[in-house]
């Protein structure tokens, strides 16, 4: 298995560094590391904090949608946002490199958006943190900001997979269309819905529980051990 890390990282470390910008800069200087080191077990890649020892990775951003039809649980700006969940202000390789150093494997099954294939990959859980308006901090589970149609059907909790994007030829495919989680099985995202109703494409917002759009938000994303019976906790 750390072979096959050791190979995607190969793969994405020159990617990581590169900028958004056609036209390379007039001084030859050398591009800024992206990791900084905050503590002995707390990196910082891009927007991405990487925790090491508590196995978590924290992303800053806001709630996009607070009602409607939705495709994918976040994107990173310029993504699909007329139907996602959250915006994330991250940039998606720096999130598939954080997931990668806590030695977890993708394994990327997936072909064409919306089939009926089950992503798989290492197991994650996932969870969404804000304040409410009287300032208390509030945090769920990302899945109980969901609803599945017909009929509202509340979702109850569950795991989430790290599948990992593409290296296409014009680049790392999640930089590319800037999908990070995709609720209906996207091989472009990162992370996936594991479930079979994750290909029918049925799913909307739970009004009542998602605060107003523009709300700041944390996701935070937990490794789980490599072991069926362990029970996801929140992250601390």
């Not at 991405?48 to 992303?59: F, G, K, Q, Y």
């Not at 993504?79 to 954080?98: C, D, F, N, W, Y």
Request: hydrophobic share 40%; with cysteine.
């Amino acid at each position: 298995m750390r072979r096959v890390l050791l190979v995607w990282v190969l793969l994405l470390l020159p990617l990581v560094g590169q900028t958004q910008r056609k036209t390379p800069p007039r001084k030859k200087t050398p591009p800024p590391s992206v990791v900084e080191k905050i503590t002995e077990s707390v990196y910082r890649i891009g927007n991405v904090t990487l925790d090491t020892e508590a196995r978590t990775i924290t992303c800053t951003g806001e709630i996009n949608m607070d009602s409607g039809s939705v495709e994918y649980l976040a994107v990173a700006p310029k993504g699909k946002t007329h139907e996602s969940l959250l915006l994330i202000r991250v940039r998606p390789i720096h999130l598939q490199v954080a997931l990668l150093l806590l030695d977890l494997e993708p394994k990327n099954v997936l072909e064409a958006q919306g089939e009926r294939r089950i992503p798989e990959g290492d197991v994650v859980t996932l969870w969404v943190r804000w304040r409410n308006a009287k300032g208390d901090m509030v945090e769920v589970r990302a899945e109980e900001l969901l609803l599945r149609q017909p009929g509202d059907v509340v979702l109850k909790p569950q795991n989430w997979v790290f599948t990992g994007s593409r290296v296409l030829k014009e680049g790392f495919e999640a930089d590319i269309a800037k999908s990070l989680i995709a609720i209906w099985h996207d091989p472009a995202a990162i992370l996936d819905n594991p479930t079979p109703e994750g290909s029918d494409n049925n799913y909307v917002v739970h009004s009542k529980r998602v605060p107003k759009r523009g709300t700041r938000i944390e996701l935070i994303v937990k490794a789980l051990p490599k072991t069926p019976s362990a029970q996801p906790k929140a992250p601390k």
